[in-house]
């Protein structure tokens, strides 16, 4: 059935370049050390082709067996995506590359998302395995979503946690089945037209989390989210949304890989969430792209009263990461804060920054920007800090530092930081560090090799905030700046 | 094969700039000696020659390790090899636990196939602490940052101990270290001492060879070994300073 449907739907661009040959199927191709860089033949189902038009979104919304306001949405992002020029007159000029009409928007094998892994088919399986998300699953997660290209393959919660009332669904599933809770947020916190981003998102997306935790649950294990992208020219535009009911607590996690491609990939997501009175989100990202991929994200959360939340995002790879989670702090007392690290190796451009939007008295914010740039890699920090006049007791601590490696290496920092009013505070710090041939020197001569010293270097740079993550994931951070490193040293 | 740190006619220069000529040295393991001269002369260019570091070019000569030319060898792979140097100035490296840098030092050793053993490396550690009388509490400092001179200077020793050397080379460890550091440190470089380890001592004092007897004295100038003896060396130098012994070299090169 999954297989005939997808002649009957609209496809008017190109069919797709057709997969690669059986036979190739057992090797993974493309292997190195590089624990994301394999991918697996897939055949899939159901493919938009390439190209971005009217069509495309109706194929996505036809698929998806959507309700009409869901359609009407796609359509009119589709608008606002056209219309809105590239931010080039003050984001890199390399966005220009970046082929629309070249891209796959949506891939699927047509399947729903299996609740056990003995379900999922057996390539997709072999790839999450690969990836030790099972593993990491029976180990410490509360839930687990793993996305493979636009759809989710396996989703699964603790038992224990719907009896409590928590959604852990899919954007469809979300917006289709649970409408009442979720479509009074959709699209609230990031309106299609914040960016050319948020749009093409909107238009297209697909798969990512839906979660709500209800009033005064508080969710101890991580819930976690892996997206996989599998397929060359492929653009995964995953959504998810989260609110925490008053007093509600959750960690989310997300990781992403891809493999290593020759053409770029497109990865843009919208993530929001809401932080109800007195709830805490902790969204926690580890990113690992290949350097093909243009990651284009759109990240805020909305804070009421007494309510927290806390972005932990840490950007490795990529050819071009564009984000800067936000917080918008709405009620008394709330708190936002954005910790990040972006690593930046050769041929990267890591531009990444926090925003905190201040709308209530005693509202604090804290932001701490770690960067590391090497050999050609830029890294790029854009802050914004909005408190305005009329508010009382607000405050607002920023730290940026950049660690340098090599001299040809380069960062900028645009912190804005607009304060009004003297009754709130604010804190700004920023510096710059090189690793000097000095210490690397210092670090052989112990019988450390020039890679490990540099590992070393830059794990020692980040300690301070990785020491505040929790411990799973400082572990698997460690291991991928380490792999960062193995490759950016001759 | 000479068991020995055995350098041969060694040529260094900094940039265009040359600062060691056919500069010739044997320290035969289990000997220490001791390398005095003024400054500038080219001690601690000899150390980080020695251990390849990328700014100091060899042009000439040669450098054995128990029967192995080290030239052009990377620094890890130096340092693998058994040589040790005690920097004059150790880098700071923000960040990096004390705990964590030897741990990474001792682990980058272990040869192929052997496992490490946490257990085995903490009791190690804390016991070469005890003996430099360092607190625990340093463990967890980052690497040199804010340490003062003379923590700095234990703290290089710490690792020396830790890595077990076959040659070590000190420079200027006495200096920045009071009285009683002096004392605890020199304890500790005593208790390494012995057939299966050579060490060259870099000094400006006399007083470091009270606690440190060498078996040898080196005087170094203008980039040469002009002189050398036995411990009496050094008291004489005290005595008179190093211009009894330019004079007469100046009177021979030119
Ligand atoms: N990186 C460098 N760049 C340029 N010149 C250098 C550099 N390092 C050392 N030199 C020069 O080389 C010469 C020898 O210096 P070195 O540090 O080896 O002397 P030293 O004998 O260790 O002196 P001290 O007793 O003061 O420690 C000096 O003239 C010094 O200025
Ligand atoms: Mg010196």
Redo the contacts with the bound molecule.
């Keep these: 059935m999954v297989a005939d449907t997808a002649n009957t739907l609209p496809i008017e661009n190109e069919p797709t370049p057709s997969i690669p040959e059986a036979g190739s199927q057992e090797a993974a191709i493309n292997i190195d050390r590089d624990k994301g860089n394999f991918f697996y033949n897939t055949t899939y189902a159901y493919d938009a082709g390439v190209g971005l038009s009217e069509a495309t979104v109706h194929y996505i919304t036809d698929v998806k067996k959507e309700d009409e306001w869901i359609r009407n949405f796609r359509l009119k992002a589709l608008d606002v995506f056209h219309s809105k020029p590239m931010p080039t007159h003050w984001a890199s000029k390399d966005l220009e590359n970046i082929d629309f009409s070249k891209i796959r928007y949506y891939l699927s094998q047509g399947q729903k998302p299996s609740r056990t892994w003995e379900e999922v088919p057996d390539d997709i399986k072999r790839t999450f395995e690969r990836l030790g998300i099972p593993e990491q699953e029976r180990k410490f997660l509360a839930g687990v979503e793993a996305q493979f290209d636009s759809e989710a393959a396996y989703s699964k919660m603790k038992d224990s946690l719907s009896k409590e009332g928590v959604i852990f669904v899919g954007s469809t599933e979300g917006l289709m089945e649970h409408a009442d809770i979720f479509r009074p947020y959709f699209g609230k916190i990031i309106p299609t037209g914040d960016n050319k981003f948020s749009a093409l998102n909107s238009a297209v997306f697909s798969g990512g989390s839906f979660i709500y935790i209800p009033k005064g649950v508080k969710v101890k294990q991580p819930l976690q989210a892996y997206f996989r992208i599998n397929a060359e020219n492929f653009g995964q535009f995953e959504r998810t949304l989260i609110i925490a009911d008053e007093g509600a607590e959750v960690t989310y996690m997300e990781g992403c890989t891809a493999p290593k491609f020759e053409t770029s990939t497109l990865h843009s997501a919208v993530v929001e969430l809401v932080a109800l009175k007195g709830a805490k989100i902790q969204y926690i990202t580890v990113q690992n792209w290949s350097d093909n991929v243009f990651n284009l994200v759109t990240k805020r959360g909305l804070a009421e009263e007494e309510a927290e939340i806390k972005w932990i995002d840490c950007n490795i790879g990529s050819r071009l990461t564009m984000k800067y989670p936000g917080v918008i702090l709405k009620g008394r007392k709330a708190r936002g804060e954005v910790l990040s690290i972006a690593l930046a190796n050769n041929g990267q451009h890591q531009d990444t920054g926090a925003k905190m939007i201040h709308m209530a008295d005693e509202t604090t914010s804290n932001i701490i920007s770690k960067s590391i740039s090497i050999g050609k890699g830029r890294a790029t920090y854009r802050g914004l800090v909005h408190i305005p006049k009329h508010l009382k007791g607000c405050k607002n601590n920023t730290e940026c530092d950049a660690l340098l490696i090599n001299t040809d290496s380069r960062t900028d920092t645009y912190p804005a930081i607009d304060v009004r009013g003297a009754a709130n505070q604010v804190q700004h710090e920023a510096s710059v560090s090189k690793v000097s041939a000095d210490q690397i020197f210092y670090m052989q001569q112990r019988g450390l090799s020039e890679t490990e010293a540099m590992s070393l270097s830059v794990n020692g740079f980040v300690n301070d905030l990785t020491r505040q993550f929790p411990m799973e994931y400082s572990v698997e951070l460690k291991r991928l700046i380490d792999l960062q490193m193995e490759g950016s040293v001759g | 094969m000479t068991a020995a740190l055995d350098i041969r006619n060694l040529c260094v220069s900094?940039?265009d700039?040359p600062?060691l000529q056919d500069f010739c040295l044997v320290v035969p393991k289990g000997e220490v000696h001791a390398l005095m001269?003024?400054?500038?002369?080219?001690?601690?260019?000899?150390a980080k020659a020695l251990a390849g570091h990328p700014?100091y070019t060899i042009t000439g000569g040669e450098v054995y390790v128990d029967g192995e030319n080290i030239v052009g060898l990377e620094p890890d792979v130096i340092a693998k090899k058994g040589l040790f140097m005690a920097f004059?100035y150790p880098s700071e490296i923000a960040g990096v636990s004390i705990a964590n840098f030897i741990r990474a030092a001792v682990q980058a050793r272990l040869p192929e196939g052997a496992t490490f053993s946490a257990t085995g490396y903490y009791k190690d550690l804390y016991a070469q602490m005890d003996l430099l009388k360092m607190d625990r509490s340093f463990t967890s400092r980052s690497i040199n940052e804010g340490f003062s001179g003379g923590e700095k200077k234990r703290c290089e020793i710490l690792q020396m101990l830790m890595l077990k050397p076959t040659y070590a080379i000190m420079?200027?460890t006495d200096s920045g270290l009071d009285i009683d550091a002096l004392r605890i440190v020199s304890e500790g470089v005593n208790r390494m001492r012995g057939p299966q380890m050579g060490a060259l001592v870099?000094t400006?004092y006399q007083r470091l060879l009270d606690y440190i007897v060498p078996d040898k004295v080196h005087v170094?100038a203008g980039g040469k070994i002009v002189k050398t003896g036995d411990k009496s060396l050094a008291l004489e130098l005290e005595a008179k300073g190093y211009d009894w012994l330019s004079t007469p070299l100046e009177a021979v090169t030119a």
């Design positions: 900094i940039g700039k600062i001269g003024p400054n500038g002369t080219g001690k601690s260019t000899l700014d004059q420079d200027e870099i400006h170094m």
